[in-house]
């Protein structure tokens, strides 16, 4: 655990150096990367969704039709 610790310490002050940061990011590319970022995390959310909410929904409404 301390060995992921301290490399995601470097990874972090290597992402944050400005050395690192020597090309422009343009309106496009930048708008690529939020989209790309937002798409993830509506797949997460739609992977909670299909995986947890569903299955439940389903069992709900079979409990239901029981009674």
Not at 20 to 39: D, E, H, K, N, R
Request: aromatic residues 6%.
């Amino acid at each position: 655990m301390k060995v992921a610790t301290a490399l995601a310490w470097i990874v972090l002050a290597l992402a944050l150096s400005p050395a690192s940061v020597q090309a422009y990011v343009g309106p496009g590319m930048g708008a690529g990367a939020v989209a790309g970022v937002l798409g993830v995390l509506a797949g997460l959310l739609m992977l909670v969704v299909g995986v947890v909410w569903y299955p439940l929904k389903k069992l709900a409404r079979r409990l239901r039709n029981k009674k």
